[in-house]
């Protein structure tokens, strides 16, 4: 039985972890800024978009380890519905590491300001093809706006369920689930628990 995710899966799921947090606080502070501090806002526009495709790259590198390599079981103290929701909670998480880029992606594709993403102020990215050719672009970008930001906070809710429900595991049912991705403590024993 696998005790403990890989090395390379708990480096990622830490490495975006925090810069999802991050990303979320530069979002909400950016577009809190008045249009007087148009350069700062520029700038912050341009960090956010080059960790959002991070993030994306980060998430499908992710997603492909994840569907390569088994996890480690859940307890087999769990209920079924408990499984099932951190099953699904799981899968929820990698829908929006990807769908959330993705949406800021096409958004910035359908601005009718067309301007330029420039990851981390070195590498040209382009706008995606269809979005960028769409008619009416302040509507679509207005809808995708919106799509992007409901995904933003639909993500800070998973995350604040999975935060509580790792520390429930750990100080209410004592049981290994949040260490097994810890980087450096070592599973516990779980006397009078199956695994």
Known sequence: MTERYSTIAILLHWLIALLIVGM?????????????????????????????????????????????????????????????AAKATHWAFYGLMIGIPLSGWAMVSASPWNLPTVLFGAIDWPHLPYF???????????????????????????????VAAALKHHFINRDNVLCHMLPVVKPREESGKKQ
């Open 24 to 84: 979320v606080g530069m979002g909400l502070y950016m577009t809190g800024l008045p249009d007087e501090r148009m350069s700062e806002k520029f700038e912050l526009y341009q960090l956010h978009k080059s960790f959002g495709v991070t993030v994306l790259f980060l998430s499908l590198v992710r997603l492909i380890w994840r569907l390569t390599h088994k996890p480690p079981s859940l307890p087999g103290h769990m209920p079924d519905w408990e499984r099932f």
């Open 132 to 162: 960028s050719t769409v008619a009416d672009k302040k509507a679509v970008e207005g809808m995708l706006k919106e799509v992007h930001e409901l995904l933003a906070f639909g993500m800070l809710f998973l995350l604040v369920l999975h």
